[in-house]
Nanobody
Framework: VQLQASGGGLVQAGGSLRLFCAAS????????AGWYRQAPGKQREVVARITAAGGTIYTPSVKGRFTISRDNAKNTVYLQMSSLKPEDTAVYYC?????????WGQGTLVTVSS
C-alpha cells in the first residue's frame, strides 16, 4: 500500500496550491481520508477530513480557504488551498483509514512566504 502525496511547493501569501494524494494497493472509495500537517516544532494536526460518502470537516483555521475532495475513479484525494497564509507553512500528510488501520503518505512541503 502506498499513498503518494504531491503538489507542495513555495507560494506567496494569498496564493493557491493543490495537493494530491494518489493511492496504490488500496481502494479508497469506501474509506475515510484526510489531510494533516506538521509545522516546525509543532505537533501534527488535522486539516480536513472527508468521509466515504463525501462529507467534510475542516479545522477552523482553514475553513473557507481549503477544500478537500476525492476522485474515486482516480483513487486520489485532493486538498485545494487558497488564500494561503505564512502560518499554513508545514509538511502536509494524507491519511486513509481502513479496517486494519491507518495509512500515511510521505508528506509534501508547503511553504508560504509573506
Amino acid at each position: 500500500v502506498q499513498l503518494q502525496a504531491s503538489g507542495g511547493g513555495l507560494v506567496q501569501a494569498g496564493g493557491s496550491l493543490r495537493l494530491f494524494c494518489a493511492a496504490s494497493g488500496l481502494t479508497i472509495s469506501d474509506k475515510p481520508a484526510g489531510w494533516y500537517r506538521q509545522a516546525p516544532g509543532k505537533q501534527r494536526e488535522v486539516v480536513a477530513r472527508i468521509t466515504a460518502a463525501g462529507g467534510t470537516i475542516y479545522t477552523p483555521s482553514v475553513k473557507g480557504r481549503f477544500t478537500i475532495s476525492r476522485d474515486n475513479a482516480k483513487n486520489t484525494v485532493y486538498l485545494q488551498m487558497s488564500s494561503l497564509k505564512p502560518e499554513d507553512t508545514a509538511v502536509y500528510y494524507c491519511n486513509v483509514l481502513s479496517l486494519v488501520g491507518g495509512y500515511w503518505g510521505q508528506g509534501t512541503l508547503v511553504t508560504v512566504s509573506s
